[in-house]
């Protein structure tokens, strides 16, 4: 089925790209994460056992079929890396940020963004999201239709109403149905990054490398603030307590904290972002800090 697209939203995405090697001499994947090729070689290194997200034709059914399970070839070009993008979905991401802007809308371009770079180096990437309806995980692709189709599918589970299960599960459950090295990264916001025990980033690191980046809430202490748990807009007077204030800026940072005692132990990196315009410098801080040039 032939995907729509949204070639204005596709321009947008580029150009915020753009920023990037106007700010970087660099790829994203440059050095570790080089992949090696962006095409098919002919010959093939070996057999290995079929994983959920392989592509069907890479299927070897004469091997298969004597050893009794089914069997994909290697290739000696094989890509090193597949990325998985893991988002937070649900009615919280419709809130806004400190800066204003739409949570929904910065996940959006920041999966967009980060995808079309890694995309553009040769690089296949899934997208895995929980909505109402349940979990699912795309095929892991390149090209602007499957990345059109995976901004559409993350638009549809944030809008679609409460997700079936914690985030903490879907990140879990993500972990547990690959059994192989790929790039993951984490789209969440202080409610999902509060969910993170060490337990689950053991899990999440076995085979990963792991990238988060968090969406900044805003606080019911601003002007004009949206209570989307009580569906109507903030008492103004709250605007006034000094204090509440500081105790409502002082939580997300407590758990900014607690979550990188357990992340950075396990080179997990994460970075906060409140503005569309943040998510280059973002990219940038989280890659060369894995790099160890910060």
């Not at 909505?131 to 993350?154: C, D, K, T, V, W």
């Not at 599960?169 to 202080?190: E, G, K, P, W």
Request: glycine share 6%; hydrophobic share 35%; with cysteine.
């Amino acid at each position: 089925m032939s995907i729509h697209l949204d070639y204005d939203y596709l321009d947008r995405v580029q150009r915020a790209a753009s920023l990037y090697t106007k700010r970087k001499t660099s790829d994203l994947l440059e050095g570790d994460y080089q992949s090696s090729r962006h095409g098919r070689s002919l010959d093939f290194d070996d057999l290995r056992e079929y994983h959920f997200g392989d592509d069907v034709k890479d299927i070897d059914w004469k091997s298969s079929s004597r050893v009794g399970k089914t069997l994909v070839r290697r290739y000696y070009a094989d890509r090193k890396h597949d990325v998985i993008f893991v988002g937070d979905t649900g009615r919280k991401m419709t809130g806004d940020t400190p800066s204003g802007e739409s949570k929904e809308q910065i996940a959006l371009m920041a999966f967009a963004v980060t995808a079309y770079l890694m995309g553009r180096q040769g690089v296949n990437c899934a997208l895995s999201v929980c909505g109402s309806s349940g979990s699912r995980i795309s095929r892991f692709l390149s090209g602007p239709e499957h990345l059109m189709a995976q901004i559409n599918a993350y638009k549809n589970a944030i809008e679609e109403g409460e997700p079936s299960q914690r985030f903490y599960d879907t990140l879990l459950n993500t972990a547990s149905t690959f059994a192989r090295h790929m790039i993951m990264v984490v789209i969440t916001d202080s409610e999902g990054l509060s969910q993170i025990d060490e337990r689950l980033v053991r899990r999440l690191t076995y085979y990963n490398d792991v990238y988060i980046l968090k969406i900044k809430d805003a606080y019911l202490t601003m002007d004009n603030a949206y209570d989307l748990d009580s569906g109507r807009f903030a008492d103004s007077f709250l605007s006034l307590f000094r204090d509440l204030h500081a105790q409502e800026r002082r939580i997300p940072q407590e758990i900014e904290q607690k979550a990188e005692k357990i992340l950075t132990p396990n080179r997990v990196f994460c970075r906060s972002i409140s503005k569309e315009a943040e998510i280059i410098d973002a990219l940038v801080y989280l890659f060369e800090r894995r790099k160890g040039l910060l």
